[in-house]
Nanobody, 114 residues
Framework: QVQLVESGGGSVQAGGSLKLSCVTS????????MHWYRQAPGKERESVSI???????IYADSVKGRFTISRDNAKNTLYLQMNSLKTEDTAVYYCAACLGPRYWGQGTQVTVSS
């Protein structure tokens, strides 16, 4: 069974930073593009960022310039560095993998207060 385990969520004031991590298997990490999604209360889940196996990245306009996605292939770990956080970034953040995405983590809560 494929597992993606996120960590690093928490509460922070606006303007602050958080770094999310997601660990998965070697097979998934070496085979698939990796994603970060988020879902705010009362809203649909949205794509935040994507990173392909070769390191190519894509960002949602709402986070461009503030968030950085990266991957450590030696540790099978995906990261999301979030800087200059805004209250509207409050959401549950999910790590996901492969086309679809097919595989999802359990999510980690990020709360940004004013």
């Amino acid at each position: 069974q494929v597992q993606l385990v996120e960590s690093g969520g928490g509460s922070v004031q606006a303007g602050g930073s958080l770094k999310l991590s997601c660990v998965t298997s070697t097979y998934i990490f070496s085979t698939c593009r990796m994603h970060w999604y988020r879902q705010a209360p009362g809203k649909e889940r949205e794509s935040v960022s994507i990173i392909s196996k070769d390191g190519t990245t894509i960002y949602a306009d709402s986070v461009k310039g503030r968030f950085t996605i990266s991957r450590d292939n030696a540790k099978n770990t995906l990261y999301l560095q979030m800087n200059s956080l805004k209250t509207e970034d409050t959401a549950v953040y999910y790590c996901a993998a492969c086309l679809g995405p097919r595989y999802w983590g359990q999510g980690t809560q990020v709360t940004v207060s004013s």
